[in-house]
């Protein structure tokens, strides 16, 4: 039997990744389990790698038309192109500036924006000929919240409108920010995802700043967003919707490393929702690379083990997607369920630890 719907519902989501354009070809992907990495043009792609996880034939004028997209970066076009396949899912219709609505937000996870976008316009202050001949409508680009406010604009999302940064659990934290937006009653329906490019930029990021343990264990850099529809327990489209959001928590770990900090965090969550580990049909963790990761599965299989759940890691096919990484669990997790009758009542947990010490852990009660 169904438990009662206490959180918001999540009534579609959408994505762009490797896999391909829109949400059938994530799932089609998903379930194919087949690699996406790619070898490196290296007239299109200078960097330190020489294979990637890029989404395929992306190219933004032919994607979304030429209009407004002049000087739209690739972060931008990632996140508006998700946002527009989720509500043509939704409307049934080609989206436009009247697509969303005075009550219709948007939470948008990621690193730093752009990488490559940032890093290019302070190149440009030093080989100009002065620091301010620098193209203007390159500036927006550099702005964490670029992406998010785009995609509002394009098509007409007049809510609350944020971005959040915390690395790989960006995309939880930007849920559970659309979590708290309908629950105040702030917003009638919320989108809720995270975005990541890949770029020379952040291939070099990468390249100096990961650990040795990580450099052993890392997967191509990969890219692309993921994006949810929340709605409200009590709006007329939540009876069809896919899984209630019952809770996230997120925490920070200390000097003694992701493993209490996570193991903290997971517990929090299960003790505030009333969830016991019985009912947990599935566990999702980031995976990362080196350390964190070997921590994540260590405290996932003390936690759960015993009640055997079934495992839907981070898509490895896909590369390292870094900040969209949890939104890209969301995502994998709701496609596996619906293969899956005896997924339906019972609880998806989603954890994702990053490198630098955010930790993070959502609880889906899948319908």
Aim: glycine share 12%; proline share 7%.
């Amino acid at each position: 039997m169904v438990a009662a719907v206490r959180g918001p519902v999540i009534s579609g989501w959408s994505a762009v990744s490797p896999y391909g354009i829109g949400r059938h070809a994530f799932v089609e992907g998903l379930r194919s389990g087949r690699s996406t990495a790619v070898e490196l043009d290296p007239a299109e792609w200078s960097g330190p790698g020489e294979r990637a996880c890029l989404v395929p034939g992306f190219v933004i004028r032919e994607v979304l038309g030429r209009k407004g997209t002049r000087s739209m970066d690739r972060v931008t076009g990632l996140a508006v192109t998700a946002v527009d396949r989720l509500l043509r899912e939704v409307t049934g219709a080609e989206p436009g500036p009247a697509s969303g609505g005075d009550d219709v937000a948007l939470v948008l996870g990621t690193n730093t924006g752009s990488a490559q976008s940032i890093m290019d316009h302070t190149r440009d202050t030093f080989l100009e000929e002065k620091p301010f001949y620098v193209d203007p409508s390159h500036f927006p680009n550099t702005v964490m919240n670029c992406a998010s406010g785009q995609c509002a604009i394009r098509y007409g999302l007049r809510g609350p409108n944020a971005t959040v940064a915390a690395g790989r659990a960006s995309g939880l934290q930007a849920l559970h920010y659309g979590r708290r937006l309908l629950t105040s009653g702030r917003a009638g329906s919320v989108l809720v995802g995270a975005v990541e490019e890949h770029s020379a930029a952040r291939a070099w990021l990468e390249h100096h700043t990961r650990g040795e343990d990580e450099r052993a264990d890392a997967v191509p850099l990969g890219e692309g967003c993921a994006v949810l529809r929340l709605v409200p327990a009590d709006a007329p489209d939540a009876a069809a919707g896919l899984a209630e959001v019952v809770l996230v928590e997120s925490g920070v770990a200390g000097p003694d490393g992701a493993a209490p900090a996570l193991t903290r965090c997971v517990r929090r969550a299960l003790r505030r929702s009333g969830v016991s580990p019985a009912e947990v049909w599935a566990v999702s963790p980031s995976a990362p690379a080196g350390s964190a990761g070997v921590a994540e599965q260590g405290v996932l299989e003390a936690l759960f083990g015993d009640v055997e759940p079934r495992w839907v890691p981070h898509p490895e096919p896909i590369g390292d997607t870094s900040a969209a990484a949890a939104a890209f669990q969301v995502v994998a997790v709701l496609a596996t369920a619906e293969d899956a009758p005896d997924a339906s009542g019972k609880v998806a947990v989603i954890t994702s630890v990053d490198r630098d010490g955010a930790v993070a852990c959502a609880l889906l009660r899948l319908r």
